[in-house]
């Protein structure tokens, strides 16, 4: 799948995000290397902490299906004239099962940049 495919995936799960609280909707879209994607949107709640970003439902929906360590791209999408990169929590979590993960942060106008998460976070910790 081409970073383009995988950025258009993320984008389409906008329309799924639950966002009455900050009304910015985020999807993301985690590929594994035989192809398989898992998506996600963010899911706000009025217990704030209690929210689940979109990269974080990507992600938990790939290990609940028994996925573990061959995630390798990773796109993340928002509506904003800003890249929408992974909060710290996601970073740390997605450093868990994929420091090697390349990340592609996309605005709204469809334009992203690609990084490695350990760009993003240097000095991560995982299980290891």
Known sequence: MTDQALVELAFSMLE???????????????????????????????AYGSTICAERTALVKAVSEGRRDDFIRLAVVGNSADYCWPCGACRQMLYEFAPNLRVLAARGDGKFMAVSLSELLPYGFGPK
């Open 16 to 46: 799924r995000s639950y966002v009455p609280y900050s009304h910015f909707p985020v999807g993301a879209a985690l590929l594994c290397a035989d192809g398989t994607v898992f998506t996600g949107c963010n899911v706000e709640n009025a």
